[in-house]
């Protein structure tokens, strides 16, 4: 199982509703949506240190 950095974030309130409401429209948890819009910010940029699975 991979491990996971936990971390505070402040966000405003408006933004996170509407993350809370993005997530659910694709049924995610607003933690998975963040991390997804996360993962595809470091895809788009070229800066994703996952490696490539075969």
């Known amino acids: ?10 966000i405003d309130p408006d933004t996170f ?3 809370e409401k993005w997530a659910a429209d694709e049924f995610r948890s607003t933690n998975g949506q963040i ?3 996360l ?5 788009k940029a070229k800066r994703n240190l996952k490696p490539k699975k075969d």
């Not at 993962?39 to 895809?43: G, H, I």
């Open 35 to 37: 991390e997804y819009l």
């Open 1 to 10: 199982m991979s491990k996971k950095k936990s971390f505070v974030i402040r």
């Open 39 to 43: 993962d595809q910010s470091l895809k």
């Open 17 to 19: 509703n509407a993350l």
